[in-house]
């Protein structure tokens, strides 16, 4: 029979003669429970986070993008085409241009990207989807654009309007000093369709036209675009794809996945996790100081029952081992109600959102075996430290 831990077991479910031991226990017992909860249910919200704010990003930015390394603009030819034909993985792709435009209307103006996209466009990205006012762009209406929300607000621009059209003006290549302004500026008349609403930032940056109205733009040939994002199929390879291309591409391609296009986005998340983590451990570790004292006190009490181990043959090394199974069964037990509540109120979240982030949106969680492994983990080694720390306590002075 394990001694240790039989008698380990006997003390933290054994009541004290000393009430105030059994207060001391209980108090540690609720901390790690605590503890564990909420530092269970502030991962999983920001899991949830995560996964809400990368749905955003599924909705706007494609699998895998691929620009000219030098300029800002390059040739679709046929090798580009047959290497893309050719590439398993690919399951749509479409040619797109981007640039930096001025934006007038009704004497109102803002500075933002215009983004000429081909009718493959909404089977890379759903976009589409998120236009609550109006129509997505119509091949019936070749100059017609779909705003941002938030461009929308500073111009004052609804749809349909056709009285006042919205102006784009992009500067035309050249070198020296412009004489004339009116000559300095291309321009074309837009006529807006539809408004679309996901992120303030997009909402603020980009307007859309169809392709061919942002290369007489720009002045760019019927094959000349600066982008083509790529739609992979549902059970490729992102990464082999990816590292295909830039093989077969070259150097003169750049070649960026969804995470490395928002690599700004991903950084931050990612510190706001491990930053919430940290804190939470540190608290964590604060409560856990309610078992190393639980465990010093019991170690008090029960000297007479240690001197009576140590003569009937047990030393020092198993002693201190009965304390150290005492504080760790103290932690695990706390750890197992801690999380086990955690999930409960996790499933509880995603089915019956009981917490709202507004009227209609429930704040986000995500139960993954990720967080429940990183909390187990976190509590039973600090749980082992505590009970360490405070087993040290056991001397051979004291039992003798």
Aim: glycine share 6%.
């Amino acid at each position: 029979m394990n001694f240790p831990l039989y008698i380990a077991k006997r003390y933290l479910f054994s009541k004290s003669s000393n009430s105030t031991i059994n207060i001391i226990t209980l108090i540690a017992g609720i901390g790690v429970i605590v503890g564990s909860l909420a530092l269970f249910i502030v991962l999983s919200g920001f899991s949830g986070l995560r996964t809400f704010s990368v749905g955003f990003l599924k909705t706007s930015d494609p699998d895998l993008k691929i620009t000219a390394t030098q300029g800002k603009s390059f040739f679709l030819n046929d090798t580009i085409k047959s290497i893309l034909k050719q590439e398993n993985g690919i399951l749509n792709y479409s040619k797109v241009i981007e640039e930096r435009a001025f934006f007038e209307y009704n004497k109102k103006t803002h500075i933002a990207f215009i983004k000429g996209v081909d009718s493959n466009y909404t089977k890379v990205n759903s976009i589409d989807t998120t236009v609550y006012i109006g129509t997505w762009l119509d091949k019936n209406i070749p100059y017609g654009s779909v705003i941002g929300n938030g461009i929308s607000n500073t111009l004052s621009v609804g749809v349909f309007d056709f009285i006042e059209p919205l102006t784009i003006y992009v500067p035309k290549p050249g070198k020296g000093y412009v004489m004339n302004p009116k000559n300095a500026f291309s321009k074309i008349n837009t006529q807006p369709i539809g408004i679309f609403a996901l992120t303030d930032d997009l909402d603020k940056k980009f307007t859309f036209v169809w392709l061919s109205a942002s290369q007489q733009l720009l002045n760019y040939k019927n094959n000349q675009i600066s982008a083509i994002e790529i739609k992979l199929a549902k059970n490729s390879n992102l990464a082999e794809v990816q590292n295909s291309l830039i093989k077969k591409l070259g150097n003169r391609f750049t070649i960026k996945n969804r995470e490395q296009l928002n690599s700004v986005f991903y950084k931050m998340l990612n510190t706001e996790n491990l930053t919430s983590y940290l804190i939470f451990t540190l608290i964590l570790i604060i409560a856990l100081f309610n078992v190393i004292g639980a465990v010093i006190m019991m170690i008090l009490e029960k000297k007479d029952n240690l001197k009576t181990l140590y003569s009937l043959g047990a030393n020092i090394k198993q002693i201190k081992k009965v304390f150290v199974l005492q504080g760790f069964l103290l932690t695990f037990f706390g750890m197992i109600i801690g999380v086990s509540t955690g999930v409960i109120l996790v499933l509880l979240q995603k089915k019956y959102h009981l917490f709202m982030i507004t009227k209609h949106l429930p704040y986000p969680v995500e139960l993954t075996f990720f967080n429940i492994f990183t909390v187990v983990i976190t509590i039973l080694v600090l749980g082992f430290i505590s009970s360490k720390i405070a087993s040290s306590r056991i001397s051979k002075k004291l039992v003798e």
